[in-house]
């Protein structure tokens, strides 16, 4: 047995079964070990934005971590931005990144370069393998990692001797270290906190989505207080069934105007509003300057515990019915295309328990309105910003939920970072409709350029912000992937190919002209 | 004037005044003053590695820095693998890295990231202007550092708040100090030692496509020592009146059998051969361990003033004309599809001073041959082995020399990395031939699972090496992009398709089934 295969057996032991793979020369021994064990099931990816994205999405709908295999400083490179995504998800990842062999590593071939330096850089936890023997316990320690404080992005660096020498066993992942809370006497001012008029409570993580998410809905009812969510969750529960939250927003002027009012904040798996960018004139902090602000629980604390425990001080009843949304389905849109529209059909016929991954960017606005009242669905944002998220995390969650469709709103320019994930969704038949909104650029950046004060856009920047002449044609980049696609250019087009890729099960494209 | 107006007047006062970008809302100010500079040319990039691997292109081709418009540390993470690339090639590259205001740095805004850490993996040159009146000096020292030692990567860290406070003037940036050269009794000894029998001269960089290696050549046939060239030279002349090179292998075996009997290696621009990757019981270094290796002069240093001191102490006269290629330009080849048969087509039609970028891969060996025979033309390589180099940087040597067909050699798995290049070659009308080799798969990976003692290859192995179920559709994927493409299954296809292309001015695809 060599030190790749005691990795595998210790990743499979300790319950690490899915792989998102893009590996080099300096993996072949994982790759070799994997032969032998079908258990693991690896997912090829034609790009490692592709598996990083992939590892995310599959945490959010599982809670599992997955391991993704990347070659060296550059593969972990071409994936650092979904794992920058991944950790402000505070989803658990753990990527295998194969080096070269220690002994080689002392002469300046072509791939060194500074594997340590990179993951760190975004790593939680980053280890190198020092030689066979300990690669078994490395593993272990690596998934704990990514395991621990909820989620964390884990790197294991393995020389590639480290993978092709001699070495024996397996080891097992120990449970992470619990989780903390936060005291009683913090809990008490809380839960005073939460009864003064003018208070909210700020949750994240599970409580979006989970049963925990009920216990804070009843706090609310019991305390009077707002409830509020972030702008760009991991995952929150939408649609019928679902808690209401009120979601904080993108742009400054609104987010000040949510909270103002506010006296007293509870931040619980949470950490204090912040504003996506800073701006010349605007604030960084969007909540009232003079309001009590009780950061009671961090995201990486034991937020579900705290709830009840809040619960429990405040003796909040179990949630009555009508905190829950309920929902009366709109009919189909018809006529020119809107978002508002398309947002409407979304509603119409997104299928229960549907999981939506939402980077469309400008548009999401749009299409996240009306779709409060579709039937219940997961909706997943682009926590950390970093675009080129939404195929490789739909493809992510849609290994993780077979039985669940999956829908992407994407943006073109965000779109294009990542595309090659639909080749993968593909090869695995995954049941993901993605549906590009082709406005034709970066529109995001016109709103920025007025928000940083320029209000004249001259031939440079709208040679920037424009991805015209030529247009991308979505329906041929999808062709080009092997994944049929359609241009619709109405509501009514849009109607009826949403409704065939909902009926169907596999990857579909739509390319939306708006 | 603000920070970022001061920037850009220092980029262009000191000759940068080409910018690969992919901006975002950090960069707003950045592309606002180039609204009011349009001699400052901006090319759009639909995904960072695109940018910075025509920054990489462009500089082999002109020996000039051009900069390029990195988003946040997401956005130079996608970068990161062409900057390896650039940094293996001796490329000088200016990174501007837009970062959050420092005062917006303190909270845990979506988009924080460690930007220093990232840029400190593969930067030679780092920095974080402190205020907007440093910002014209840091861009001086930027330019510089780019400049230093042959060529560098810097990286200049932009808050968002320095680019828009108020500033003055602008700076120039100062040469970049002068290189170091070897001592005189480094060049009598290895003048010495190039008159052994078992002698070989080992050069890089500009000796292989400038005038130093006629010098280098001189120096050859006066001392009767070999003349080596690296494995994967950021640029070398090659075919009609081109200096002859042995030119080190990718194999292991075969650079050891090359470097058999060399007694003293004199290694002038480069270091000493490497090993691509280590190997179970394989070498790392594959000259002969008894050989004499003197480390003259470093690619940082100036190996081409060390070449013609070298050249006089020997007395080496100039060159004889029977040193330079002569050619016999072959006839186009005819029937089934084969590499030797592309490289024939390749060799018969590739027209004069052609710019050649080979990530051919597996392919290249073959094309490569055939291919002496051409008319004179330029080779670059992918010096630091990070695949999704050919694109990019064809994008990069078109823009620096548009009165020069561009032509790309890439394989289907390398090709998919950064396939985003294509948009630009069309938005720009770059004069650029794409040729993919679909053997859809990373065969490669075939031949390195068998180098590291794996002969047997399982289910899972096959799933990570195939690019299959379902093939990738090139033709498609080019008509995405808004580029027309080709598919060829036999030669006398591909001598048509490759002719209608080498007669015609802009962007064309052409997919090779092999």
């Excluded at 319950?15 to 893009?22: E, I, K, Q, W």
């Excluded at 990179?118 to 704990?144: K, M």
């Excluded at 529209?341 to 469309?360: F, N, R, S, T």
Aim: aromatic share 6%.
């Amino acid at each position: 047995m060599n030190g790749a295969e005691t990795l595998v057996k210790t990743l499979l032991a300790s319950g690490v079964d899915v792989c998102f793979a893009n590996p080099g020369t300096s993996e072949m021994h994982f790759v070799a070990a994997l032969d032998t064990h079908p258990e693991m099931r690896c997912i090829l990816c034609l790009f490692e934005g592709g598996a990083t994205g992939a590892a995310d999405g599959y945490f959010r709908m599982t809670g599992k971590v997955a391991a993704t295999l990347l070659h060296l400083a550059p593969g972990f490179g071409n994936g650092f931005a979904n794992l920058h995504n991944a950790r402000k998800a505070q989803s658990g990842v753990l990527n295998i990144m194969g080096d070269h062999a220690s002994y080689h590593l002392r002469h300046e071939s072509p791939l060194k370069g500074d594997t340590s330096g990179i993951s760190q850089a975004v790593s939680h936890w980053t280890r190198v393998s020092q030689d066979a023997r300990s690669v078994a316990a490395d593993g272990a320690a690596a998934v704990q990692a990514a395991r621990a404080r909820g989620g964390q992005i884990a790197t294991l660096i393995l020389p590639a001797n480290t993978a092709w020498e001699a070495a024996v066993g397996r080891e097992v992942s120990a449970a992470p270290p619990a989780l903390l809370r936060p005291s009683d006497a913090e809990i008490d001012a809380a839960a005073r906190a939460l009864c003064q008029p003018g208070a909210a409570l700020l949750v994240d993580g599970a409580a979006l989505w989970g049963a925990a998410g009920q216990v804070a809905a009843s706090i609310a009812a019991k305390t009077g207080c707002r409830l509020l969510a972030p702008c760009l969750p991991a995952r929150i529960r939408r649609g019928e069934g679902a808690v209401r939250f009120e979601r904080l927003a993108y742009v400054v002027e609104e987010n000040v105007a949510a909270l103002a009012g506010i006296t007293h904040l509870v931040l619980c798996g949470t950490q204090r509003p912040t504003s996506f960018f800073a701006y010349p004139g605007k604030v960084s902090l969007p909540a009232p300057a003079d309001a009590c602000v009780l950061e009671l629980c961090s995201s990486d604390m034991d937020y579900e515990a705290t709830l009840d425990a809040l619960a429990k001080v405040l003796g909040a009843d179990p949630l009555p019915p009508d905190a829950l949304q309920g929902i009366d389905l709109p009919n189909l849109p018809h006529g020119p295309m809107s978002l508002d529209g398309i947002g409407q059909a979304l509603a119409a016929l997104l299928p229960q328990d549907a999981i939506v991954v939402d980077e469309a960017i400008t548009n999401s606005r749009f299409l996240a309105a009306p779709t409060v009242s579709a039937r219940g669905h997961d909706w997943l944002a682009v926590t950390g910003g970093a675009i080129g998220f939404g195929q490789p995390a739909a493809l992510g969650a849609a290994v993780a939920c077979p039985d669940r469709k999956v829908v992407v709103l994407e943006g073109d320019g965000s779109g294009m970072y990542t595309l090659q994930a639909l080749w993968t969704m593909a090869r695995e038949g995954l049941d993901v409709t993605v549906v590009v909104f082709s406005n034709r650029g970066y529109q995001i950046l016109r709103g920025e350029l007025a928000n940083v004060g320029v209000t004249e856009v001259g031939r440079n920047a709208v040679r920037m912000f424009d991805v015209v002449e030529p247009s991308l044609d979505w329906v041929a980049l999808a062709k080009g992937h092997g994944v049929a696609g359609v241009r619709v250019t109405d509501l009514d087009q849009f109607s009826d190919a949403f409704a065939a890729a909902m009926a169907q099960k596999g990857p579909m494209l739509i390319e939306v002209i708006c």
